[in-house]
């Protein structure tokens, strides 16, 4: 004889909520609403100004015994002279080979025995110098974050090995079909500016840079007046501001280099190039023109429009069409380019080379179809669920969240950006993408 048997209700817990194993299951129960709040609890952010110009940005959070530390300037690659593209790129490998009274191998040892991680990195518009590790071994790691931000070296033996291995970068990139085809792209959109050759630099260029090149362009760059120091982790924050104020907030340098210039309009009338590599299994196609500024609006509905053409996945319309439906390709997408001066808008592709012309047709009708068939509610929704949770991805840690921070400083942006982003995208309306769509494409220039 069976007896019936109570089973238990296995609970979840969600946020303030309960979900039960005898209701629906958890994909096809609502999502719930968007948490609408700070980014960063303000009893843990500190900001100040130093006299000499320099901002701070400190984030407490004692959960790891980690930190991480750097000195970030926002000026880079973009103010370079197209003679010299890929010089920011060059410098900044060069500071990681030797600071202070360490050269190359002295300070590579230094940070691996301490378990720790070195990075000087050089955008378009910011160059910045990185050290994580454990918190016991904060007074050493500000130690060598010091040297490298203010005293590098510069040896004239490692410069000639940078040269070397970013020339062989460079080389063996011509060989990767996607980097290829985006080099061909911007130097087709902006030929005459800096946009238009590869951050990494131009072979002829690289091949002339040597210690003093670098050291000179450091010392345009890394001005006290526009440095923003950061500071994120298991830290005592008013301690590392006054470490921060000793060291950096009280150096004079060089005024700031001036602005980038901002790029020509896309040529008219469309135009295509081929670069001819049959060795190439499949072809790579690209298409587009310029974009918009970073902190141009109208951004956010921008952001929208590149997410229901082609940012989002399956939802998007291209995926949707050239793969799910056409079977043309295995990855399609677009996407906005943003620069301190200019930016792009840009759609990519592959397919086998006889199927080119009917990818391409297909790329340039949705392309296209962003004017002429305005995104309705349910697109506009999926693409906001998407920003949202896409956004919050990006800030899983709290040192994403410091950089995304010192990113806001960077590009003079309001700081309340970040909390208030989930609720912008929800406020938008589909009338306001179509006419930011209908200002921003335009196909007969692509």
């Not at 817990?13 to 979900?19: F, N, Q, R, T």
């Not at 670098?214 to 923003?228: D, E, G, H, S, V």
Request: hydrophobic fraction near 45%.
């Amino acid at each position: 004889m069976r007896r019936a048997v109570a089973v238990p209700c296995l609970a979840l817990a969600l946020g303030s909520s309960i979900a039960c194993a005898t209701s629906k299951p958890l994909w096809r129960q609502p999502l719930p609403p968007p948490l609408d709040a700070p980014v960063v609890d303000a009893s843990k952010l500190q900001r100040r100004t130093f006299a000499n110009g320099a901002r701070v940005l400190l984030l407490e959070d004692a959960r790891l015994p980690t930190f991480s530390i750097g000195v970030v300037v926002p000026r880079g690659a973009g103010v370079e002279a197209i003679a010299q593209a890929g010089l920011a790129t060059y410098m900044a490998a060069l500071m990681e080979r030797g600071a202070g009274e360490r050269d190359a191998l002295e300070l590579a040892a230094a940070v691996d025995a301490l378990g720790a991680t070195l990075q000087v990195t050089a955008g378009w518009d910011s160059v910045g110098v990185h050290i994580s590790g454990l918190s016991r071994d904060f007074d050493a790691l500000f130690e060598i974050l010091s040297d490298v931000a203010l005293r590098p070296r510069f040896a004239a033996k490692e410069a000639r090995r940078v040269r070397a291995e970013q020339r062989a970068a460079l080389l063996r990139a011509r060989d990767d079909p996607n980097t290829l085809t985006r080099w061909s792209f911007f130097e087709t959109l902006y030929p005459e500016h800096r946009y238009g050759y590869p951050i990494s630099g131009a072979i002829s260029a690289v091949e002339k840079f040597n210690a003093a090149a670098a050291r000179k362009l450091y010392k345009a760059l890394f001005t006290p007046q526009q440095a923003i120091l950061y500071g994120v982790g298991d830290l005592d924050a008013a301690a590392l501001r006054a470490r921060f104020e000793k060291i950096f907030g009280t150096l004079e340098g060089a005024p700031p280099l001036p602005a980038v210039a901002a790029p020509p309009a896309a040529p008219q009338p469309p135009r295509f190039v081929l670069v001819d590599r049959p060795d190439l299994g499949q072809a790579m196609v690209a298409l587009g023109h310029e974009g918009i500024a970073q902190g141009a609006d109208p951004r956010l509905e921008l952001w929208m429009m590149n997410a229901i053409l082609g940012r989002s996945g399956f939802s998007s319309r291209l995926v949707s069409r050239l793969r799910a439906e056409e079977g043309l390709s295995y990855s399609v997408r677009s996407t906005l380019v943003q620069r301190r001066a200019g930016g792009a808008l840009m759609l990519q592709s592959f397919t086998e080379a006889g199927r080119i012309e009917k990818l391409l047709r297909g790329m340039l009708e949705e392309f296209e179809g962003m004017r002429s068939r305005p995104p309705g509610a349910d697109e506009l929704r999926r693409a906001q669920t998407f920003g949202s949770g896409s956004f919050s991805l990006a800030l899983e840690t709290s040192v994403a969240v410091a950089r995304a921070l010192v990113n806001l400083e960077v590009y003079d942006l309001p700081r309340d950006s970040l909390d208030t982003y989930r609720g912008r995208v929800r406020a938008l309306s589909p009338e306001a993408v179509a006419q930011a769509a209908a200002r921003a494409i335009h196909p007969e220039r692509a």
